[in-house]
């Protein structure tokens, strides 16, 4: 099966920055500028139909230029292929355009990818701390953050009925 997403791959009329193979799931890694076009070609495209999300990720690598990746997990049900979208982001302006308009499921991966590692998502609709408290200082998932850091964390103030 993966052979022949190799192939169809090979017409992508997308650049692929690099390509290989990972625990048996072909992986492409694409420009940031693209990733909104390149998602929705493979969600729409006859041959690819990448109609699940399976997963949306991210990796911190603080010794790299771009030093974060964030990793979408593609599965089309009609084609039975897998396949693993990397795109790369500087520290200094880690954002990247949502996903949400294409598949729903986008929308809890990208808050968790928000409060844990500080990524920004262009056009969510409800940008904000999924599994910390508002008042949570960093992102815990990046190799920066202070192992032994304590924080305060609020109480929420009951209203009586």
């Keep these: 099966m993966s052979g022949d997403l190799e192939n169809r791959l ?22 940031r500028e693209k990733i909104s076009e390149v998602l929705r070609f493979l969600r729409d495209a006859e041959g ?3 109609d699940l999300l399976v997963d949306l990720s991210a990796v911190d690598f603080p010794n790299r230029e771009e030093r974060f990746e964030v990793i979408y997990h593609l599965y089309s049900t009609s084609e039975n292929h897998r396949l693993r979208v990397k795109v790369r982001l500087p520290f200094e302006e880690p954002m990247i355009d949502s996903a949400t308009d294409l598949w729903k499921a986008a929308n809890w991966y990208e808050r968790e990818v928000y409060d ?37 964390i609020p109480v929420p103030v009951e209203v009586p009925s």
């Excluded at 650049?15 to 420009?31: M, Q, R």
């Design 10 to 31: 090979e017409q992508f009329p997308f650049e692929i920055l690099e390509k290989g193979k990972a625990l048996g799931d072909l992986t492409i890694v694409v420009s």
């Design 48 to 50: 690819y139909r990448f």
């Design 116 to 152: 844990m590692f500080g990524i920004r998502f262009n056009g969510h609709p409800n940008l904000k701390r999924l599994l910390l408290p508002d008042g949570f200082e960093g992102h815990p998932l990046r190799k920066d953050y202070p192992m032994g850091k304590r924080q305060k």
